[in-house]
Nanobody
Framework: QVQVVESGGGLVQAGGSLSVSCKAS????????MAWYRQAPGKQRELVAE???????NYADAVKGRFTISRDNAKNTVALQMNSLRPEDTAVYYC?????????????WGQGTQVTVSS
């Protein structure tokens, strides 16, 4: 019954900005870390940014200084603010959440949202 749903993807010109959001819903007892991954055509899925329950962040080198990840623990949401976008940022962006509905933590993934950066 857990759902992890992204929103906010779209088309943006190079140099522009876009924000994607993700909400986890359902019978959630607790959420540990959350993250954003992306997968570009012909490439492996890669970690973009992650954030701990305490707010500690980690970014891929390719997005450092341009992207910012944040979360709202009360709302079970995580967002990724993307600035100075480049065509190589084009990918399907996936939301990840490690959460539990009972005792054990499990990994949950959103369906992905397309971000396209035009040159």
């Amino acid at each position: 019954q857990v759902q992890v749903v992204e929103s906010g993807g779209g088309l943006v010109q190079a140099g522009g900005s876009l924000s994607v959001s993700c909400k986890a819903s359902g019978n959630i007892a607790s959420i540990n870390n959350m993250a954003w991954y992306r997968q570009a055509p012909g490439k492996q899925r890669e970690l973009v940014a992650e954030i701990s329950r305490e707010g500690t962040t980690n970014y891929a080198d390719a997005v450092k200084g341009r992207f910012t990840i944040s979360r709202d623990n009360a709302k079970n949401t995580v967002a990724l603010q993307m600035n100075s976008l480049r065509p190589e940022d084009t990918a399907v962006y996936y939301c990840y959440a490690r959460l539990r509905t009972g005792f054990y933590y499990n990994d949950y993934w959103g369906q992905g949202t397309q971000v396209t950066v035009s040159s």
